[in-house]
């Protein structure tokens, strides 16, 4: 048995998830996320608690087994607390702010550039042009997150650019050293 598969998600109060046919619908507080399930793979709602079985020892089935579940989980959590991902703008004249529905930046390049916020993703900008983005969905936020950074990718040099808070960057010496 996959050691994340078999594992049960306990379902919050407040919670509510539906399985119709081969699409599991979780519903809470913050909103409503679906998944469709791969055909080997059931899902069995217990009192409290949901369960998935799969139908054979297959590569595919043992291999989609703990992927449904944690996709399945990752909804849970969404509808119930949400997810975030925060970026850092680093470098002199680089800025970020929001207006109306759009994430405008100045990354160094000779024009703007806006980004369009999705209806299902918040974002916010404080002083230190620290960059929150929230949502429901966490592939969702991830992929916004990913694409906000391509933008300006961190430079190895001097480390201006959009990066994830946290994440370190190896600078490299140059010419001088």
Known sequence: MSRIGKKPITIPAGVDI??????????GPKGELSQAMVDLITPKLEE??????RANE???AR????????LTN????????????KLQVLGVGYRADVKGSKLVMNL???????????KDITISVDRDNKI????I????VGQVAAVIRDYRRPDRYKGKGVRYEGEYISLKAGKSA
């Not at 539906?18 to 519903?27: A, R």
């Not at 291999?63 to 944690?70: D, E, I, V, Y």
Request: charged share 25%; proline share 2%.
């Open 74 to 85: 990752n909804m849970v959590i969404g509808v119930t607390q949400g997810f975030e991902k």
């Open 132 to 135: 929150t983005i929230s949502g």
């Open 137 to 140: 969905d966490k592939g969702r």
């Open 48 to 53: 409290n608690t949901l369960v998935f079985e």
């Open 18 to 27: 539906k399985i119709d046919g081969g699409v599991v619908k979780v519903k």
């Open 63 to 70: 291999a989609n087994h703990g992927l449904m579940r944690a």
């Open 58 to 60: 297959s590569r595919t």
């Open 108 to 118: 160094g390049y000779s024009h703007l550039i806006e980004f369009e916020i999705p």
